[in-house]
């Protein structure tokens, strides 16, 4: 049977309708259990301890427990692939992070595409890191590195994290802008990393500014500039490198991604919580105390960040040839 049109849209209107209230109850109802955010590095890092802050924020806002779980393993790909697989309902999220975006090009196969398979839905901090030297170096600033480092070719050693870590992507992509050349030492972690660089047993290490600036302040290591693209805010003195390099900028940053299909209004929920957080004096202390820039922002916000830095590193990754351990 044909329906007269004023039938039909009446009918159609009524749908619309229907939905539009299972959506706003949807919303108002989410969370109505704990939320299970997904951490791809072990506890006590920089991911760690951002997830746990921002987490107890929005278990007091949004009344239900956010329990962060540790999945550490191939970069946080593990992590990555176990939301990606996750029911789209808002209930298992992932950490999103700086390797998110460089893990693209740096690993030739993975069982996921990040940015179609993940959903930004808020961005929650900037980190930056430290440009160290050992104090043995005769440089004081990055114009004297970078004429000492072009005299002395391949010849100086810098430590960092891991292949692909962000203090190892930070040298490189310094390589790359700069002209210079050293040899990449990777480490299983910052801590070692930093034993050796104070022992002279490698010169150069980019390592996050939390912690590492007490050994700068010490005198055991030379903080030459931090890699943000603005000067550090606990660290006024130290010159940011993009001083002295043009566009120069590594930081690591963290936010939230849920798998791919996840309904607009919980992303909505989601976002707005943590945006509240990050203007809340409380948090913004805790997260500022960790080195953290906050990045308030819409979920397209993040989204964008995430493309650009995927297509920033790609370039560093194939100009340095970096292939994963």
């Given at each position: 049977?044909?329906?007269p049109?004023?039938?039909?849209l009446?009918?159609a ?5 229907t939905?539009?209230v ?9 969370p ?7 951490v791809?590095?072990?506890?006590g ?14 278990q007091?806002?949004?009344g ?7 999945r550490?393993?191939?970069?946080s ?7 990606v ?9 992932l950490?999103a ?6 893990n ?13 398979d993940?959903v ?12 160290l030297?050992?104090?043995s170096?005769?440089v004081k ?13 391949g ?19 310094l390589?790359?802008m700069?002209?210079?050349?050293f ?6 972690g ?13 010169q ?8 590492s600036?007490e050994?700068?302040r010490?005198?055991?290591a ?7 693209a ?5 660290e ?10 043009a ?6 940053w963290y936010g939230?991604?849920a798998?791919r ?8 929920t ?10 809340d ?17 819409t ?14 590193w ?6 340095a040839g970096i292939?994963p351990?």
């Amino acid at each position: 049977m044909k329906l007269p049109r004023r039938n039909f849209l009446h009918l159609a209107a009524g749908a619309a309708a229907t939905t539009t209230v299972s959506r706003v109850a949807r919303a108002q109802a989410y969370p109505s259990r704990p939320v299970h955010w997904i951490v791809g590095y072990t506890p006590g890092g920089g991911n760690d301890i951002f997830a746990r802050l921002m987490g107890q924020w929005l278990q007091a806002q949004l009344g239900q427990p956010f329990v962060i779980e540790n999945r550490p393993g191939a970069g946080s790909n593990i992590a990555t692939e176990a939301v990606v697989n996750a029911r789209p309902d808002g209930y298992t999220i992932l950490l999103a992070n700086f390797a998110n975006a460089s893990n693209a090009t740096l690993y030739e196969k993975l069982n996921f595409n990040f940015i179609r398979d993940i959903v930004p839905v808020a961005g929650i901090v900037r980190v930056s890191n430290i440009m160290l030297v050992n104090q043995s170096l005769p440089v004081k600033t990055v114009p004297e590195f970078i004429a000492y480092a072009k005299v002395n070719q391949g010849k100086m050693s810098m430590a960092s994290a891991g292949i692909g870590s962000t203090g190892h992507l930070a040298g490189e992509l310094l390589k790359m802008m700069a002209g210079v050349d050293f040899l990449h030492v990777p480490y299983r972690g910052n801590a070692p990393a930093l034993t050796d660089l104070l022992s002279g047993q490698v010169q150069i290490l980019f390592a996050s500014l939390p912690s590492s600036i007490e050994y700068v302040r010490t005198g055991k290591a030379r903080g030459l500039a931090v890699t943000s693209a603005v000067r550090a805010a606990t660290e006024p003195d130290l010159p940011a490198v993009a001083e002295f390099v043009a566009g120069y900028e590594v930081s690591s940053w963290y936010g939230i991604g849920a798998p791919r299909n996840t309904p607009a209004e919980i992303v909505e929920t989601l976002n707005k919580a943590v945006n509240a957080g990050l203007a809340d004096p409380k948090v913004k202390k805790q997260l500022d105390d960790q080195g953290g820039i906050e990045m308030a922002g819409t979920p397209a916000d993040f989204g964008k960040l995430i493309a650009d830095e995927t297509e920033k590193w790609a370039k560093v990754i194939k100009f340095a040839g970096i292939k994963p351990q």
